[in-house]
């Protein structure tokens, strides 16, 4: 048998896509709340449209999303019935902390998260809890500027301790933050940045990260202090990038590029920034505003495990003229001649899952944690069902090529969550028909729907891969 006896198999959701219910149980204003619908999506998830406050020109999908706030023992009840172990989910700093530097946490929102971890217990499914995915209070982007201001540390650490001591016994899988390097790509989703003009963008998004990596560091080591049974994970957008052809430059270019993600998880895994990380830093005159017991901190608490998101392969050419034709990501890369791609542009290559992995393993040596995969499509709901075997199809070959990489290669993996088993608003689009789900949620891109659930063909299949530990596929 491939798979460990106890494999996690499951689905991943995060807060800002799935909750809603942004003014209930005491919750504050958070950075995704302003994150609109259409035009605006991407230069205000990039830090590049000032936009603090919510008007009534645009629609705010994280506002009412799929409501999961009302429907959760619904929810779970369905991945219960899948035979889900585990389920990702993360917690909405501004539902604990609603301006995000209060001295004493929001009860209502403390209790809210009790209540979800105690649903899943029900059905034997361990919480997998982000602590941030996505999601920061608006105020402390407003007052403090975000995570370029050293004093986001403070503010998260107090979070992280309430947290761990809040649910100790009810969680021991905990990742600190989602997709660390999409700090580098869009910056106010990712970390609250807003980049004021005259700013050097670059220096402020790696003075963010600074803080972030040694928040993540306090983490651990809180978690660890609290409860030596806690596991704390780092959480990489992750996908190998080949080179365009066999041209040394070409390579060479891929490696950098992978560099530039490697870099979060060498710090987090390893305990030191890496040598080609401070150089390139030198180079650049970017001064990484190191306090005292940073150096220490990141080095005597490493995390327990590699977390990672898995969508696609990238590719790259050494000449910018050929990487100018980039395909629809949020990852710049180009067409991939010998891959398909969903509706989005977002390239299929299940046998990336098995490189990307290998790649992790060799470099960092701790067990893997799948905790994102899927494949984003248009669904249609015919007499309350959805036929969606491309979908389908998308998770047995990527589940495929994970049973490799463990099977054949040896890898130490956890396991695995896909992304959206419930359908949820879109992070990069910001809409509801780019699905992902088992679950299938009536509600549309305008934020019409009464957000009825009904099970697609894969909520079957899914249950079937689970209760065969990956043999049945
Ligand atoms: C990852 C994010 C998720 C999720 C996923 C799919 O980057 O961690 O929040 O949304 O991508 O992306 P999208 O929703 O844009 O299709």
Redesign the pocket.
């Known amino acids: 048998m491939p798979f460990r006896k106890d494999f996690l198999w499951g689905g991943a959701t ?1 807060a800002n ?1 799935c909750e809603g219910a942004y003014q209930e149980g005491g919750r504050g204003l958070a950075n995704v709340d302003v994150v609109p619908h259409g035009k605006d999506r991407f230069p205000v998830s990039m830090g590049k449209l000032k936009m603090t406050e919510l008007d009534n020109e645009h629609y705010y999908p994280a506002l009412e999303a799929i409501d999961f706030y009302h429907h959760y023992k619904e929810d779970i009840a369905l991945f219960g019935e899948m035979g889900f172990k585990t389920y990702r989910m993360s917690i909405a700093w501004s539902r604990i902390f609603p301006n995000g530097d209060e001295e004493e946490p929001n009860e209502e929102g403390l209790k809210f998260y009790e209540d979800v971890f105690k649903e899943c217990h029900k059905y034997g499914i361990e919480p997998l809890v982000t602590i941030t ?2 999601d920061c209070p608006m105020h402390l982007i407003t007052e403090y500027g975000g995570w370029k201001n050293r004093k986001l540390i403070d503010f998260y650490k107090r979070l992280v301790t309430v947290l761990f001591t809040r649910y100790k016994g009810l969680v021991k899988y905990w990742l600190t933050f ?2 660390i390097n ?1 700090i580098l790509h869009l910056p106010f989703m990712g970390a609250g940045l807003i980049i004021e003009e005259g700013e050097n963008e670059e220096a402020v998004k790696y003075t963010a990260a600074h803080h972030e990596l040694v928040a993540s560091a306090w983490a651990t080591k809180i978690a660890h202090e609290i409860d030596p049974e806690n596991m704390v994970g780092c959480m990489l ?1 992750a996908g190998n990038t080949y080179a365009n052809t066999c041209a040394p430059e070409d390579v060479w270019k891929s490696m950098e590029k992978d560099r530039e993600n490697y870099f979060f998880i060498d710090v987090q895994s390893r305990g030191a920034y890496p040598a080609y990380a401070i150089k390139e830093l030198e180079r650049k005159g970017i001064e990484i505003p190191f306090a005292e017991d940073d150096k220490e901190m990141l080095k005597n608490y490493t995390v327990d495990f590699i977390s990672f ?1 898995y ?1 696609s392969s990238r590719l790259t050419s050494a000449d910018p003229e050929v990487n100018k034709e980039t395909a629809g990501n ?1 990852f710049a890369t180009l067409k991939n001649p010998y891959l398909k791609a969903s509706e ?1 542009g ?1 390239q299929i290559d299940p046998l990336g899952l098995r490189i990307t992995m290998n790649a992790l393993y060799d470099r960092y040596q701790k067990p893997l944690f799948i905790v ?1 995969n ?1 494949l ?1 499509a248009k669904d249609e709901l015919v007499n309350g069902f959805v036929e969606d075997d491309y979908r389908i199809d998308y998770l047995r070959e990527h589940i495929k090529a994970m049973k490799d990489a463990v099977e054949i290669d040896g890898v130490d993996l956890l396991g695995y969550t896909s ?2 088993c419930i359908d949820l ?5 910001g809409e509801m028909s ?1 699905r ?1 789900g088992f679950i299938y949620v009536d509600k549309d891109d305008a934020g019409h729907g009464n957000l009825k659930r009904y099970k697609k063909k894969s909520f079957d299949w899914y249950k079937k891969v689970i209760a065969s530990n990956g043999e049945d596929l």
Request: charged content about 10%; overall charge negative.
């Open positions: 995060a896509q995915h996505f989602n997709e999409m957008a998101s969508y949020v989005w977002w994102e899927g984003g992304w959206g608003v879109s992070a990069s689009t780019k992902y």
